[in-house]
């Protein structure tokens, strides 16, 4: 069983849209997930167009990746290198840390994760 950042089983981060990299509701990882999509993020606009701008596109669907395509509002395993290029741009979006796998800790403190907690967390 995977764990969140915080030592605890790993919480579902979003069913719709069904997210993950083995489109199962959570952030697992493994070693087919060379995107580390690790990250349980709640999108915003922001962020959104910052990801678009940079070369991945999170807002038009691509059906045939099962990708239904992100407004904001919605849960979404973000990949973890992502999230620190957001953040280190200052458009990172919040985050749902007991969605959010412990693998996450390899590329950003979790000092900084709880920064960006998600308001139900604070």
């Known amino acids: ?11 579902d981060c979003s069913q719709k849209p069904l997210t ?3 489109r199962d ?3 697992n990882t493994g070693e087919e997930d060379r995107g580390l ?16 701008a940079a070369g991945n596109d999170l807002i038009t669907p691509q059906p045939i990746f099962r990708f239904p395509g992100l407004k904001a509002g919605d849960r979404w395993c973000l990949c973890a ?13 919040l985050v749902v840390l007991e969605a ?21 967390e604070l």
């Open 100 to 120: 959010t796998h412990e693998k996450t800790l390899d590329f950003v403190p979790l000092e900084e994760l709880v920064k960006y907690a998600w308001k139900s």
């Open 20 to 22: 993950g990299f083995y």
């Open 37 to 52: 999509h690790t990250v349980c993020a709640v999108m915003t606009d922001e962020f959104l167009e910052f990801s678009r």
């Open 81 to 93: 290198l992502r999230w620190v290029e957001a953040w280190r741009a200052g458009k990172a979006p």
């Open 25 to 27: 509701g959570c952030c």
């Open 1 to 11: 069983m995977a764990n969140n950042v915080f030592g605890e089983p790993l919480a």
